[in-house]
């Protein structure tokens, strides 16, 4: 038996790990980048052969690549406000509510459209500040806004251990949100996670409406269900009508160690015109809090997760959470499945996240060891980020490996 198996069995014996929601500690910082800059950044959040979801420079989540094939500078999930983000509710004792998508603000050139709106999320609210500091695999975003009560850092990170294989090819994306009260009095704040089940798209099937907009498409029969298990909580995306056999086959996780201020939704009204988003929105800036619609409309409905906490006054409180998935069905340049290591090790996200998460406290002092000792070094700090920050390739579409282990 292996230590990392040997760990994560320890782990669940204990309870210990599970019975506290894990915050990150403080994180070292190579390279910033100031608002001006993050048009292009973008930290991939994955694993060694298991393909990742990118933390973009203004904390918005991009280059979807968890689905057996390369995803830069297009969707392959959905686009426009229906692709994947992470919004913030906070409401103080006295005054409204504010509802704002963490991420940082659009550039001018990003209007530059037929429609005005060629980006995703075009029309929600941002913050009117962001920077971006990274030492990989750690990424920060900062988030402010003279207008809002809070600022927020948004951390995201993949474990990577030099020399372990299996600890640094995990199928997760840890994102935690700490946020800060600015104000002389307590907050109300919830952190919400939103995204369509987006199984089937791969970008491999797609259509174009009549102004020739690129529309993926491939979901079939898609759900979405609550889980509240081992310590976990969260949203299980599955699929009962895309092929078991194509490669934008599999399933997607959710979850959070937070044990109370937890709502979900598992979809939203059907999606004619974005009344979808609309009608999320309206739920969750209503009081924080989501409400469970009595059925389904979509194909692929829309998963949202919302934790919600009390801030005092000059606190900053955490929200964790976990995003996992596998797609198991790798293609050679044929038709011919040749398959994932990770999958053989994870049946399911649901799965990974139960084996993946109690891990994490340990895999991040493993990983903060290594970045720390390699910034020690002498080197110039151009030399440092050049060779750091390219251990991102690992975990890249360019790699993988096979269900032996062998790495290609």
């Not at 799965?351 to 002092?365: K, L, S, T």
Request: hydrophobic content about 35%; charged content about 20%; aromatic content about 12%.
């Amino acid at each position: 038996m292996n230590r990392l198996k040997l760990l994560t069995i320890c782990m669940f014996v204990s309870g210990a790990v599970f019975s506290q929601e894990w915050k990150p500690q403080t994180w070292p910082v190579l390279k910033q980048y100031d608002r001006e800059h993050l048009y292009q950044v973008a930290l991939p959040l994955g694993g060694i052969g298991t393909g990742t979801v990118s933390l973009g420079g203004r904390g918005e989540l991009r280059d979807w690549e968890i689905m057996n094939v390369p995803g830069k500078k297009y969707s392959t999930v959905t686009t426009g406000n229906n692709a994947p983000f992470f919004a913030i509710y906070a409401k103080p004792q006295t005054g409204e509510a504010m509802t704002t998508l963490l991420a940082g603000p659009l550039y001018p050139q990003e209007y530059l459209h037929y429609e005005g709106r060629p980006v995703n999320h075009h029309g929600m609210p941002r913050f009117a500040d962001a920077t971006f500091e990274a030492a990989y695999p750690f990424g920060q975003v900062h988030l402010s806004d003279r207008q809002l009560p809070v600022k927020v850092t948004v951390k995201g990170f993949n474990p990577l251990v030099p020399g372990d294989a299996d600890a640094s090819g995990m199928p997760i994306a840890v994102l935690a949100y700490e946020v800060t009260n600015t104000t002389d009095r307590p907050l109300e704040v919830a952190v919400c996670g939103s995204m369509r089940n987006f199984i089937g798209k791969d970008g491999s099937k797609f259509r174009t409406d009549w102004k020739g907009d690129y529309i993926p498409t491939g979901a079939k029969d898609n759900k979405n269900q609550f889980r509240k298990k081992n310590g976990l909580q969260g949203l299980y995306l599955y699929s009962d009508g895309v092929d078991k056999n194509d490669p934008a086959y599999g399933t997607v996780a959710l979850t959070t160690q937070a044990v109370e201020g937890v709502t979900y939704r598992t979809s939203s009204r059907a999606d004619n015109w974005n009344n979808g988003i609309l009608n999320f929105w309206d739920d969750f800036s209503a009081d924080g809090e989501l409400t469970e619609r009595d059925r389904q409309e979509d194909e692929d409905p829309m998963a949202s997760l919302a934790v919600k906490k009390t801030v005092g006054p000059g606190s900053t409180e955490t929200f964790t959470f976990y995003l996992t998935w596998n797609f198991p069905n790798r293609k050679a340049w044929s038709e011919t499945i040749v398959g994932n290591y990770y999958s053989t090790r994870f049946p399911d996200a649901w799965e990974a996240a139960e084996a993946i998460v109690p891990q994490i406290p340990e895999m991040e002092r493993q990983t903060l060891s290594f970045v720390h000792a390699f910034l020690k070094s002498t080197y110039p700090d151009v030399v440092k980020e050049a060779a750091l920050f390219n251990l991102a390739t690992l975990r890249s579409q360019t790699v993988f490996r096979l269900p032996s282990g062998h790495l290609m």
